[in-house]
C-alpha cells in the first residue's frame, strides 16, 4: 500500500483514484470545488459513469478513498502526487497550462519530504521536465516527475481503469518508473517504460490515430453512399485484417467530446511551433468539422428548406453512456438547424441538464423520445443511445408527423425502416 494524493477530481482523477484505492493504496482526492468534494465524500459522482458510484462507495466505507479541498490534508506524506486536473484548449486551439502550473506550486508549497508526481492530464510534449523544474524552484524537496498518460474512454471509464491495454510510464529517472510501475501492478494491464517525451507523444499520437481512423471511415462512408456500397460490410471486411481492426471503424456523423478535437487542435499547434506541417492531421479535423453538419445537409438535399420544419433531436451527448456535451455532434447540428429557421425538440436520457447550460434558448425539451418525436416532421438521431435504437418503426410513425429520419449513428436496420413505410437516411448505407 502506498499513500497517494490525486489532484483533480474530473473524469482522470476521479477514476485514477478510485481505481488505486480499489486495489489496495491510500489515496486521497484534491479538488477546489467545495461543493463537488461535499458530494464525493457522500459518493455522490458528480459525472454520470456507469459502475463508477458503487465502487467509489465501496473504497470510501474501507477508508481507502478520501477527498478534501485542501492540499495541506493530501500532500505532507503522500509518496507519490497523481496530477489529474484540466488542459482546456485556448482560443488558438494550444493547450492551456494554467492548472497544472497552479496544482505544480501547490504541490511545492505543501510536500514535506521528496516526491514522485504522475502526470495524468495530456501535456505537450516537453511539460513534464517544465513541470519538474517549476516545483524543485520552489521546494527543498527532491521531485520527480513522470508522465502516465490516461487513455479511458468516458462511459466505460470503470472497465478502461482496470481492463485497459497498456499503462504507459515515461520517466528519467529509473526509481521512480519503477515506483510508479509496482503502485500499478495489481491491475494487471501490460506496462510500458519509455522515456518522458515519448511517453507526452503516444498519448497524442494514439487519440490522433483513432481521430484519423473516425474520418477516414467517414470518408469511406460517403463514397459507399455515392456508390452503392455499404459501410458496414466494407467495414467489418477491412476490419477481419489484424493490421486494421475493426474497431474505431464506425462511420456516423464524426467525433466529439472533451479529448478528440482538443487534442488534435493541441498536435496541430505543437507541430506549429516547430513548424511542422502536418498536413494528414489537419485534414482529419477538417473531415470532422465537415462531418458534424453531414444530416443538415442531407435534410436539406431531402426537404429543400428547413424553415419552419419540426425536428426532433435524438440525443445531445457526444457518445452514449455519458451526460458530457463537450464539442458533441448535437451542438453545431442545433445551431445551423436554427439557422436555417427550423423548430427543434431535443431529447437525451442523461444530458439534458448539461445541454440546458450551452445550447440555445430556442430549444424545446421533451420529457421522452416520443415526446420529442410527437408531430415532428423529421428526426435526427445524433447519439446511439440504446434506449433509440429500441424504438420500433411503428412508434415512429405513429408519433411524428412525417415519419423521416436521418439516422447519424446508423442504429435501424435501413431495409426494416423502408419495408415500414419510413423515409430513413443513415450514413454510407445507400
Ligand atoms: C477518447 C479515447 O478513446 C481514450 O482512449 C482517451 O483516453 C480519451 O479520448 C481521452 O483522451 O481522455 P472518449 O473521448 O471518452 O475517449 O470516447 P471515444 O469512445 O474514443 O469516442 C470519441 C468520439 O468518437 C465519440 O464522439 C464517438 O461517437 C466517436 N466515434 C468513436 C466514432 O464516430 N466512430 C467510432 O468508430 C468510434
Redesign the pocket.
Known amino acids: 500500500m502506498r499513500k497517494i494524493a490525486v489532484v483533480g477530481t474530473g473524469?482522470?482523477g476521479l477514476v485514477t483514484g478510485i481505481a488505486l484505492a480499489a486495489i489496495g493504496h491510500y489515496v486521497t482526492c484534491i479538488d477546489v470545488d467545495e461543493n463537488k468534494v461535499k458530494q464525493l465524500k457522500r459518493a455522490i459522482s458528480p459525472i454520470f459513469e456507469p459502475g463508477l458510484e458503487e465502487i467509489m462507495k465501496k473504497n470510501i466505507e474501507d477508508d481507502k478513498l478520501h477527498f478534501t479541498t485542501e492540499y495541506d490534508k493530501a500532500i505532507p506524506g503522500a509518496e507519490v502526487v497523481y496530477i489529474a486536473v484540466g488542459t482546456p484548449e485556448n482560443k488558438d486551439g494550444t493547450a492551456n497550462l494554467e492548472y497544472i502550473v497552479q496544482a505544480a506550486m501547490q504541490i511545492a508549497e505543501h510536500m514535506t519530504s521528496s516526491i514522485v508526481i504522475a502526470m495524468k492530464s495530456?501535456v505537450p510534449v516537453g511539460t513534464n521536465e517544465y513541470i519538474k523544474k517549476t516545483i524543485s524552484a520552489n521546494t527543498k524537496f527532491s521531485v520527480e516527475v513522470i508522465s502516465n498518460p490516461?487513455?479511458?474512454?468516458?462511459?466505460s471509464a470503470i472497465y478502461d481503469a482496470f481492463q485497459g491495454d497498456r499503462i504507459v510510464i515515461g520517466a528519467s529517472d529509473e526509481k521512480a518508473a519503477n515506483l510508479i510501475e509496482e503502485i500499478n501492478k495489481p491491475f494487471g494491464i501490460p506496462i510500458f517504460k519509455t522515456d518522458l517525451r515519448s511517453a507526452e507523444m503516444i498519448?497524442y499520437a494514439?487519440?490522433a490515430f483513432?481521430a484519423t481512423k473516425?474520418s477516414f471511415?467517414n470518408e469511406i462512408a460517403n463514397l459507399c453512399d455515392m456508390l452503392g456500397a455499404n459501410i458496414e460490410e466494407v467495414a467489418d471486411g477491412m476490419g477481419l485484417d489484424k493490421r486494421i481492426g475493426r474497431?474505431?471503424?464506425?462511420?456516423?456523423i464524426?467525433?466529439?467530446?472533451?479529448?478528440?478535437p482538443k487534442?488534435t487542435e493541441a498536435l496541430l499547434q505543437i507541430s506549429n511551433s516547430v513548424k511542422y506541417d502536418f498536413r494528414i492531421l489537419r485534414e482529419v479535423v477538417e473531415v470532422n468539422k465537415k462531418q458534424n453538419l453531414l444530416l443538415v445537409e442531407k435534410a436539406k438535399a431531402i426537404l429543400g428548406t428547413l424553415n419552419d420544419i419540426k425536428i426532433a433531436i435524438l440525443g445531445l451527448s457526444?457518445?452514449p453512456n455519458t451526460d458530457d456535451i463537450r464539442s458533441a455532434?448535437s451542438i453545431p447540428i442545433i445551431q445551423q438547424l436554427l439557422l436555417e429557421g427550423a423548430q427543434i425538440v431535443a431529447y437525451d436520457p442523461v444530458s439534458m441538464e448539461q445541454a440546458k447550460k450551452i445550447l440555445p434558448r430556442e430549444i424545446i425539451y421533451a420529457k421522452s423520445s416520443i415526446e420529442a418525436l410527437l408531430d415532428a416532421d423529421a428526426a435526427f438521431i445524433v447519439t446511439e443511445w440504446n434506449e433509440f435504437k429500441e424504438l420500433s418503426p411503428s412508434e415512429f410513425i405513429s408519433a411524428m408527423k412525417k415519419a423521416i429520419i436521418f439516422d447519424g449513428r446508423n442504429c435501424f436496420n435501413p431495409v426494416l425502416m423502408k419495408s415500414n413505410g419510413i423515409q430513413y437516411y443513415s450514413i454510407g448505407r445507400p
Open positions: 473524469y482522470v495530456t490516461e487513455f479511458l474512454r468516458e462511459g498519448k494514439s487519440n483513432l473516425i471511415i474497431q474505431f471503424l464506425n462511420a456516423g464524426g467525433y466529439g467530446g472533451s479529448c478528440f487534442d457526444f457518445k455532434a
